[in-house]
């Protein structure tokens, strides 16, 4: 019965990525333009290459992850994300587009995303969330002002 369960959630995992990878080849070349800024900071991020918040990130920055309390801003951005590089290697990570809007300078991305980590103690974990991002235009490019999200729920 497990085995059953599993298959059918791969396929599911599958079917939701292909979906998402479908839709995101139809989008224009500014919605596109946003997916790869949104792939490279991930990519960045997993590289221990902080140097995304000084270049992706608004100075005004207000994001509230799932297991924050409460938003916070680019400098409890900077202060965690070198805590979470030193005790944390990404092993995997693959992103699925939701939707891209935009109007005017503002830009709202929605995606899932699935993880494999090792801690320090060389545990591994894989996991599963989202987020909601927005973005806002500034002298031609793309910054990261906003976003909700974080880990799914474990069952």
């Known amino acids: 019965m497990f085995k059953r369960i599993l298959s059918v959630a791969v396929v599911s995992i599958a079917f939701c990525g292909f979906a998402a990878t479908a839709a995101a080849q139809t989008w224009s070349a500014e919605q596109q333009e946003l997916w790869q800024l949104e792939q490279q900071q991930w990519k ?6 902080l140097s995304w ?3 992706m990130v608004h100075p005004n920055l207000r994001y509230w992850g799932t297991g924050s309390p409460m938003p916070r801003d680019a400098a409890s951005l900077k202060h965690w994300a070198r805590f979470d590089s030193d005790s944390i290697t990404v092993l995997q990570q693959e992103l699925f ?4 809007t935009i109007t005017g300078n503002v830009a709202v991305v929605q995606y899932h995303y699935m993880m494999a980590s090792e801690n320090y103690k060389k545990e591994r974990e ?3 969330g989202h987020y909601t991002d927005v973005l806002v235009k500034e002298n ?10 974080g880990e799914d729920e474990k069952d």
């Open 44 to 49: 960045m991020s997993a590289a221990k290459d």
């Open 53 to 55: 918040i000084d270049t």
């Open 97 to 100: 587009p939701i939707s891209a």
């Open 126 to 128: 894989t996991v599963t």
């Open 140 to 149: 031609g490019r793309w910054m990261f002002i906003a976003w909700a999200g």
